[in-house]
């Protein structure tokens, strides 16, 4: 099943979001070389394609996964909520509609 994993950021994190977006990037390259990922990017904190120094308050990843305890333990382990960039994660199931 498809799970929406919504993380918001702490305020001032740009710093640890960038230095930490590598190991980030790669658990969504696995997620995506299994056939998993839907879909996944940042929320810009500013109505911009490129946010500059505001930065970002949070990220959206539609990923499968076997149940919701699988998604959420997956969410846990993000490396963006190990460095403190995030401050709250959600998981919720997800069924998509269109396209």
Known sequence: MWYAITGIDHANSLDKRRATRPRHVARLRELLD???LL???PFPAI???DPGPAGF???LIIAEFD???AA???A???PYKAAG???EVTVRPFRQTLP
Do not use: I, P
């Open 39 to 41: 879909l996944a990017g």
């Open 72 to 74: 959420q333990t997956w």
């Open 76 to 78: 846990r382990a993000d």
């Open 57 to 59: 308050s949070g990220s």
């Open 67 to 69: 149940d919701l305890e």
């Open 47 to 49: 109505d911009a394609e």
């Open 34 to 36: 299994a056939g998993r």
């Open 85 to 87: 960039v995030y401050r």
